[in-house]
């Protein structure tokens, strides 16, 4: 893949931040259950947090491969970390896209200088990947909503300091058409949250929200009203190519340690690296990995040249994790009883990237879009 200077330069400092700043935390944050915003605001000072936005809202105008360049390298280090980068990138283009001017200069800027967090809020309960299935309602009142529900399994929910959120404002019957999105400070009157206790991605944590009677100003719907889903979803073929190369950073991370390891660990009287059987499957996860990493960057190389990607993206979502699943396991066999310890990252980094196979759309959704897809096109 060539890149720009400037890309490359931007690679650069994403890679320096990454090993410098966010790597020695790592397993520290598990411990915590947080992402400092110390962190968070320098990462948005180098420029890290969606920089595909225009420069009005204090992005740097890149094109989209720059953002998985960003995602790849920070998730090489923390994977949890650069899921902030994701949901900036997610959310920063919602709000300057859809939100009123007033409401966009208001937050965009604070999303891409790390000054604020937002959530993005999907899930229901009852939902999962039935995501048009909503029953958080929003009735309105005025020159205002009241949302009343809960929403499940929203990731950064209690660090936020505001949610996008989807809430029903036509009949069920209306399906996608009747829901609408909604920008709402997570501080309002009537918002709490819930944590979840999880197997990974400590850092991040999931919570329920729930909204008891929340009163959401009408300038803060994102979009017309009933249009919020269909239109804001199409930001996902975007999230899902990013979250492919957050997974195969931290897939990388543990192959270049594992590598390192096979050539100091003697065996029989000889390295490790020096027989096959421990070769080998190294050798072939990096052939895996590299392969799902073309597929990541070609589908924002579409993206930028504004062609169909909603496929590719989806076999962005279903590979990337599955890979980095795959490898970090191996890499873990690898290191025979040192791997088994908690002292070493990679089964941090398995739990951690686990959570990505079910979060944001499972292969088994990931696949269906595929499939849909390519029908469409055979139709054609």
């Not at 890679?15 to 962190?39: M, N, S």
């Not at 105008?61 to 720059?66: F, G, I, L, N, R």
């Not at 390295?271 to 960057?297: H, I, N, W």
């Amino acid at each position: 893949m060539l890149l720009s200077d400037e890309q490359s330069e931007i690679r650069d400092v994403a890679r320096r931040f990454a090993r410098e700043k966010v790597a020695p935390g790592y397993q520290a944050r598990e411990g915590t259950g947080r992402v400092e915003r110390d962190l968070l605001r320098e990462m948005g000072s180098l420029g890290l947090i969606a920089p595909e936005l225009p420069e009005e809202f204090g992005g740097l105008a890149q094109p989209s491969v720059t953002s998985g360049l960003i995602a790849e390298e920070i998730g090489y280090a923390d994977i949890n970390v650069a899921y902030v980068q994701i949901l900036g990138s997610l959310n920063g283009a919602i709000i300057s896209r859809y939100a009123l001017p007033e409401l966009a200069a208001e937050w965009v800027g604070r999303i891409v200088s790390g000054e604020s967090v937002v959530a993005i809020g999907l899930t229901e309960p009852r939902g999962g990947s039935d995501a048009a299935n909503l029953a958080l309602s929003a009735r309105r009142d005025g020159d205002s909503y009241i949302l009343k529900g809960e929403k499940s399994s929203i990731s950064m929910a209690d660090q936020a300091d505001a949610i996008v959120t989807f809430a029903r404002t036509g009949s069920p019957e209306d399906g996608a058409r009747g829901v609408s999105a909604f920008l709402i400070p997570m501080d309002a009157p009537g918002v709490s949250t819930l944590r979840f206790t999880d197997l990974g991605s400590k850092a991040i944590g999931r919570s329920s929200v729930f909204f008891d009677e929340v009163r959401v100003p009408v300038a803060n719907r994102l979009a017309a009203e009933g249009a919020g889903f269909v239109q804001v979803m199409q930001g996902f073929d975007f999230s899902r190519a990013l979250i492919g190369l957050q997974c195969l950073g931290s897939a990388q991370a543990s192959l270049d340690e594992s590598w390192a390891y096979i050539q100091e660990r003697q065996a029989f009287g000889k390295p490790l690296a020096d027989k096959q059987g421990v070769t080998f499957p190294l050798a072939e996860a990096e052939g895996l990995v590299e392969a799902v990493r073309q597929l990541c960057y070609n589908t924002l190389a579409l993206r930028d040249a504004g062609r169909p990607h909603t496929a590719e993206a989806a076999m962005c979502k279903w590979l990337g994790p599955k890979t980095a699943v795959d490898t970090i396991h191996q890499c873990l066999l690898t290191h025979g009883h040192y791997g088994w310890s908690l002292d070493l990252p990679h089964q941090q980094r398995l739990r951690d990237v686990m959570g990505l196979e079910i979060g944001d759309g499972t292969a088994q959704i990931m696949k269906l879009i595929i499939a849909r897809e390519r029908l469409r096109a055979a139709r054609r």
